[in-house]
């Protein structure tokens, strides 16, 4: 065998063995180095992460709760009696008070894809008291309410009562603040009532003793109201103001009075 036939040997087992030797490289690799040669799709997720949806929130408005207001009677005109009757029907504002009932509430969104417009309306019972001069009580008179001028002990109090039921109709605005967490609310509109009831109440002391004289009656009260009011509020801080726009006697029927209130909530629900 000559130096040639040598040659060609020894290369030919050189390139088996370098041939072996890279099979068992390649299977000495881990999968995951394997993996990692393989080109990757990045793939983003935008979806929206799981959770409170703001956009999802239904609209609610803000009619329901107890609300304790302050009340008054407005555009006063006695041209009907004489001048010694004028304002016998002027009531103490500070002590004429009034309290509101919202037990049910219904709302509804006039927006598609956001919850900020809707319209609320809703069931109360709302009871409306005016202080009057402590001498001063009304009856109803032939055709008309006439004045009762008292004459009792010291510590007289006369009050004039009346119990409504009341649903609104109002459209509400609402501004997010504080990154959706709150928000501020406006509304307005108008609230029907049925007048459900009437008295007048008089105390006084008798012979050094307590007495009540409570006397029911219609008093040619309209037995239908319609009120506008306005309301507003932000957390805890709930107001609104009412003012009927018709007059609290029937046409002809005692003097021309306007009620209005102004009151805050004591509880919202």
């Given at each position: ?7 060609l ?13 890279a ?12 993996e ?84 609320v ?50 459209i ?98």
């Amino acid at each position: 065998m000559n130096k040639l036939n040598y040659i060609l040997i020894f290369v030919f087992l050189v390139s088996a063995l370098n041939s072996v030797s890279a099979q068992e490289n390649e299977a000495a690799v881990p999968d995951s180095l394997q993996e990692n040669d393989r080109p990757t799709l990045l793939i983003l997720d935008i979806s929206q992460p799981q959770g409170f949806n703001f956009w999802d929130e239904p609209f609610k408005g803000n009619w329901a709760g107890i609300f304790v207001s302050m009340n008054g009677l407005d555009q006063a005109d006695y041209s009907m009696y004489t001048e010694v009757d004028d304002d016998f029907l002027k009531p103490t504002l500070w002590k004429s008070n009034g309290i509101s009932i919202n037990l049910i509430q219904g709302s509804v969104s006039l927006q598609r894809n956001r919850n900020f417009i809707g319209l609320v309306t809703g069931l109360g019972l709302d009871i409306q008291t005016y202080s009057l001069n402590q001498n001063t009580s009304i009856r109803k008179g032939a055709s008309r309410i006439e004045p009762i001028y008292l004459a009792y002990e010291d510590n007289q109090k006369s009050k004039f009562s009346s119990t409504y039921l009341t649903v609104p109709a109002l459209i509400e605005f609402q501004i997010p603040i504080n990154h959706f967490a709150n928000r501020l609310y406006f509304s307005a509109g108008v609230i029907g009532s049925l007048r459900l009831s009437t008295h007048t109440k008089v105390k006084y002391r008798l012979d050094g003793k307590k007495q009540k004289l409570k006397v029911p009656g219609d008093f040619y009260l309209n037995d239908l109201r319609v009120s506008g009011t306005i309301r507003v509020g932000y957390r805890w801080i709930n107001l609104f103001a009412t003012y009927d726009l018709q007059p609290l006697f029937v046409d002809g029927k005692g003097p021309e009075l306007y009620p209005f209130s102004i009151g805050l909530a004591l509880i919202t629900f």
